[in-house]
């Protein structure tokens, strides 16, 4: 076999470093039971020579012994594989379930800035296209690289025992097949990262398509749609097929050195026992070991191609595992205590990129038990804002504190265990009604989410469904109108019961009624509440104790509805417009 080239040895050796050594025992059984494999697989042309060496001195002895002999160490060999199979697979499966799992736990608590990098589509690619190529390289290493080594070891031992000089004329060909073996393992592992990476890119696409498929019929978008994913899905296919054009170029190779090694052995050995030097027994059997040989030699070979494709895989996913939260906490954290639920911003500036500033210089005091409302256009930093309290971001400068505690020195379950959100991207999980309302805190009671439901409107269509709180809502809730989604992420916030409440556009998917009985049961939920609220709706406006007006990251006019209109800035001038086109205070 070609040697490993690049970091390849460095990554397996991670790889057994955190994933497989807890599983040493098992594996070292494994090691066992492949020597026996491998010392059986050598006696084969030992039993050959012997058979033929006996039906030459017409040895009757030998042949009664002969086949059970045969028997006894096939069935052992057997016995092994089957074992050693096993034993393998169970390995696998569980080093490779372990990895899955240590990912999605990275994914689920990485920063969301580091998740934005790549659509939700590419990271599933990962759990399937990356690790079929981990768990084949696995595999292999225990029945091709273990398996094989010692078959190959067993076989060279009995051809150095029937012949050594013939050996090292048969080993003359290695070093002019091993050559391009390496230069294509290593052409593979560069085809191979850029295949995946387009893998992830065209699932992408896909699920983004048949995410906005709406959108695409209602602009008949549907041919630029296929023509996209066309060209996607055919740039996979190029890629796939320069690597299997690659590894193709491997059984030729192996093809012909085994074809000229086999072929000086039958020229050395047919003169030699022409002339009476060997017998038909050394002929066969030699034969018969270069033959066996020549199977784990090209698996050997081929191998290689396979790790160097795990080898990109893995490259790819120790990258993403070492990728750190910022969103971290400090080693002396403490648990978060809430005394009133005052919120200060003080000099806060934030950047989600180095040159897209989205809050700069903000100072604002909100007084605990109040309701606050941000209003401003789209992209004047009101979500923005909102998002630093639970620590969704970090600041860039400056601090956010509730009840004069820094919000990066409390721990992060008791930071979020005290803030509700809703925002007006309800996300809601295939289960059922009662469990995505269950998920505002776990181990609540029917009753109470019961109870919950009812505080948000949500009880009566609830009780409408064909199984009620148990009728599942299906993929991010596609089984229930818009309405009732909302309705069902405010009684998550109701059950929560967090004595801080972020709202962003909470009542935004809501018909006239609808909206009217869950406006009702927010002004009882924000009663004794802080409450951070984006809301484009005069009524959610008018009733909130301050208003906070927001313009390119900054706070450009603050106070109550009437004073704010007296004084004919901002506010009044983009309540004026709210008039014309409802919804202008919408957006983040």
């Known amino acids: ?30 090691l066992v039971l492949i020597a026996v494999v491998g010392a059986a697989t050598g006696l084969y042309p030992a039993l050959i020579k012997a058979a033929f060496d ?38 696998v499966t569980r080093v490779e379930a372990d990895m899955q799992a240590a990912l999605y736990g990275h994914l689920i608590e990485a920063d969301l800035a580091q998740l934005g990098r790549e659509s939700p589509a590419a990271f599933t ?20 690289l273990l398996r094989d080594v010692a078959m190959l070891v067993g076989l060279v031992a009995a051809l150095i025992w029937m012949d050594p000089v013939l050996t090292l004329v048969a080993a003359v060909t290695v070093p002019f097949v091993a050559g391009p073996i390496g230069r294509i393992g290593r052409k593979l592992r560069r085809v191979s990262t850029t295949t995946q990476e387009q893998m992830g890119a065209t699932a992408s696409l896909i699920s983004e398509s048949l995410t906005g498929v709406r959108v695409a019929k209602t602009y008949a978008m549907e041919g630029y749609l ?47 026992v022409m002339s ?25 070979g081929t191998l290689n191609a396979i790790l160097q494709e795990a080898a990109a895989a893995l490259n790819r996913y120790f990258a993403l595992m070492d990728e750190a939260p910022t969103i971290r906490e400090r080693p002396d954290a403490v648990p978060l205590r809430v005394a009133a639920g005052a919120i200060r911003f003080a000099d806060v500036r934030f950047r989600y990129r180095p040159d897209a500033p989205a809050l700069e210089g903000i100072d604002l005091d909100v007084a605990a038990g109040t309701t606050t409302a941000l209003v401003g256009r789209s992209g004047s930093g009101k979500s923005s804002l909102l998002n630093l309290v639970p620590r969704l971001y970090d600041v860039t400068g400056g601090a956010v504190s509730i009840d004069g505690q820094d919000v990066r020195a409390v721990t992060l379950s008791s930071l979020r265990a005290a803030v509700a959100v809703v925002s007006q991207e309800v996300t809601l999980f295939d289960d059922t009604v009662a469990a995505n309302i269950g998920f505002g805190r776990p181990g609540a009671t029917q009753a109470e989410i019961e109870a919950a439901a009812r505080a948000a409107a949500a009880h009566d269509f609830i009780a409408r469904l064909p199984e009620a709180y148990a009728f599942r809502v299906g993929p ?64 959610t406006i008018r009733a909130a104790d301050r208003i906070v007006v927001m313009e390119a990251g900054r706070i450009a006019e603050t106070g109550r509805h009437e004073d704010l209109l007296a004084a004919d800035g901002t506010y009044a001038h983009l309540h004026r417009i709210q008039r014309d086109e409802p919804g202008i205070l919408a957006g983040a």
């Open 276 to 300: 009476g030097e060997r017998t038909v027994g050394d002929f066969t059997g030699y034969v018969a070991a270069l033959l066996l040989a020549a199977q784990p030699a090209r698996a050997l």
């Open 476 to 539: 991010a809730g596609q089984r229930l109108s818009g309405g009732e989604r909302q309705r069902i992420a405010l009684a998550r916030a109701f059950l929560k019961d967090a004595p801080i409440l972020l709202l962003d556009e909470a009542t935004s998917a809501l018909d006239a009624e609808s909206e009217r009985l869950v406006q009702e049961a927010l002004t009882r939920l924000m009663s004794g509440r802080t409450t951070l609220v984006i809301a484009h709706r005069l009524s």
């Open 226 to 272: 296929k023509e996209r994913a066309r060209t996607a899905l055919d740039e996979v296919r190029r890629l796939k097929m320069k690597a299997a054009n690659a590894r193709g170029r491997l059984d030729p190779l192996l093809e012909i050195g085994g074809g000229l090694a086999v072929a000086g052995v039958l020229v050395l050995v047919g003169n030699r």
């Open 1 to 30: 076999m070609a040697r490993l080239k690049g970091d390849t040895i460095p990554l397996l050796a991670r790889l057994w470093r955190e994933w497989l050594s807890p599983h040493r025992a098992t594996l070292g059984l494994v």
């Open 54 to 91: 006996a039906f030459d001195h017409k040895d009757e002895a030998a042949l009664a012994y002969g086949p059970v002999v045969v028997i006894v160490v096939t069935a052992v060999r057997g016995f092994a594989l089957l074992g050693q199979t096993v034993l393998t697979n169970r390995v």
């Open 125 to 144: 690619q990962r759990f399937t296209t990356d690790f079929a190529f981990i768990k084949e390289a696995l595999t292999r290493i225990s029945t091709v």
